[in-house]
């Protein structure tokens, strides 16, 4: 049993009641021990440069979708599906809402695994974990000889004042986080996924976030991966005004690639980060392994990647904002891309990163903006590809969660497909057959909920 510092100690005990595994308690000491010393995380921008131009997937060469189907046997799907969806008022996993034509996420995910004939694997969190495995024994085609699932560990939520370990009697389990999905490195091994991927004879992984509806194996990106035998390739698509505020790609002086995230960029570099002009590229969170390449880097450092640290303030309890101030250690998975030497990012387009993270983005895809293909796949119709802007705004006051969502469009979706923008400000109730055209806007301040008849065709601004 290893030997930590009197100050990691109480973490070390309770992390081991919890049965969490040595290796896993060794890697969290590490991040621990340069919290201590006073680490932030942070990169600034003087350690940085901007990323200027990269490979595009739209410009590769068709041959390349001939070497990717051939590496496809060897070739899993790991989708990240630890999250609850608490922001949308969900208490299972996310990936279990449904989506469209009354498939959810995870029965569109499964569908496509099986479509394409690779493994399907779950990185689950404790309470996403047997909630999703029944819902997958509806696909038996799946269950083979790879596990379909393994677990992210947790951690000890850490005291700002003196760095130890919060207690919180009102709820214990509000003691824990997860540590990020940079947790994925680690989780493979400890869970003996890696190895047995790699005894089945498996040499690639694309990763996904289960809420990515753009996140489906492509051929093209898969050969070129397979092709140039990168240790480590990401998906990143152009940066807009919208997404400013997420994470970016970028290069060390030395040239290697790195992910900065918003929590890792110091104050006074926060113009420069929300440039958009500056700095071009984000994570789509999709990214290809090579598995021989992880287990090598992964045994030359004792089971560790040591990713760079996010050090996150929150309070132990997220929505008691008086509760007890805490650090929150987390790693992202794609800033593994300073860690793999030869680490190459790919410029795909913004196609291939649709999540939906509010009930705005669920209500779109549930629209006929978007249809459900033959190889399940949710795309844009082909009425709709050309037309760039479309904005969905919906009051969060009355929309923010799903049961409040359903409960306002019982008769389903009104028909957006000749709608470039739609707003609703305020308390309605659609109809059946509803149909907006153009720029729409609703606003109700009359203190009482608007029915909107069915088959009401909608185009330009109301009031009520």
Not at 26 to 48: C, H, N, R, S
Not at 130 to 138: C, F, I, K, R
Not at 169 to 185: F, M, N, Q, R, V
Not at 239 to 262: I, P
Request: charged share 25%; glycine share 6%; aromatic share 10%.
């Amino acid at each position: 049993m290893t030997l930590f510092t009197p100050q990691f100690d109480p973490f070390a005990r309770r992390m081991r009641d919890a049965d969490l595994p040595e290796i896993f308690i060794e890697t969290f000491a590490f991040y621990y021990d340069q919290l201590v010393k006073g680490d932030t995380g942070m990169i600034p921008e003087a350690a940085i440069k901007p990323v200027l131009s990269l490979p595009d997937v739209e410009s590769f060469p068709q041959q390349l979708a001939e070497v990717g189907e051939k590496a496809l046997r060897k070739t899993a799907v790991i989708k990240l599906n630890g999250g609850l969806g608490t922001s949308m008022g969900l208490e299972k996993a996310k990936s279990l809402l449904p989506v469209r034509e009354g498939l959810s996420f995870l029965d569109i995910i499964a569908r496509q695994a099986q479509h394409v004939g690779v493994p399907l694997l779950l990185m689950n969190s404790f309470v996403t974990e047997a909630d999703s495995l029944a819902h997958l024994q509806a696909y038996p085609e799946l269950w083979g000889e790879l596990p379909l699932s393994f677990v992210q560990h947790k951690v000890p939520k850490i005291r700002q004042d003196d760095l130890s370990p919060v207690s919180w009697s009102a709820d214990p389990e509000l003691e824990w986080c997860p540590p990020g999905h940079g947790d994925i490195y680690t989780a493979l091994i400890t869970s003996g996924t890696l190895p047995a991927l790699l005894e089945a004879g498996y040499e690639y992984a694309f990763v996904s976030n289960a809420d990515n509806l753009g996140a489906v194996v492509d051929v093209t990106i898969l050969g070129y991966f397979a092709d140039n035998q990168f240790p480590f390739m990401m998906e990143v698509a152009d940066r807009t005004e919208m997404d400013k505020k997420g994470g970016h790609l970028a290069q060390r002086l030395d040239g290697q690639l790195v992910l900065r995230e918003s929590a890792q960029c110091p104050a006074e570099d926060m113009a420069k980060f929300q440039d958009v002009t500056r700095h071009r590229y984000f994570n789509t969170n999709n990214l290809w392994l090579n598995l021989k390449a992880l287990q090598a880097i992964m045994a030359a450092n004792e089971h560790k990647l040591i990713l760079p640290m996010i050090r996150n303030a929150k309070t132990v309890d997220p929505r008691d904002s008086s509760s007890t101030p805490v650090f929150q250690l987390e790693t992202a998975m794609g800033s593994a891309i300073a860690v793999f030497k030869g680490a190459q990012a790919v410029r795909v387009p913004r196609t291939r990163f649709a999540p939906v993270k509010k009930t705005d983005d669920l209500l779109a895809v549930r629209s006929d903006v978007y249809v459900l293909t033959e190889d399940h796949r949710i795309v844009r119709r082909e009425a709709r590809a050309h037309k760039h802007r479309f904005l969905l705004e919906l009051d969060a006051r009355y929309y923010k969660f799903v049961s409040q969502l359903d409960e306002r469009f019982p008769e389903g979706v009104p028909s957006l497909l000749d709608c470039t923008s739609f707003a609703v400000v305020g308390d309605f109730k659609f109809g059946q057959n509803v149909v907006a055209r153009g720029d729409v806007r609703l606003v109700n301040q009359s203190g009482q909920q608007v029915e909107i008849p069915a088959g009401t065709e909608l185009s330009g601004s109301y009031q009520y």
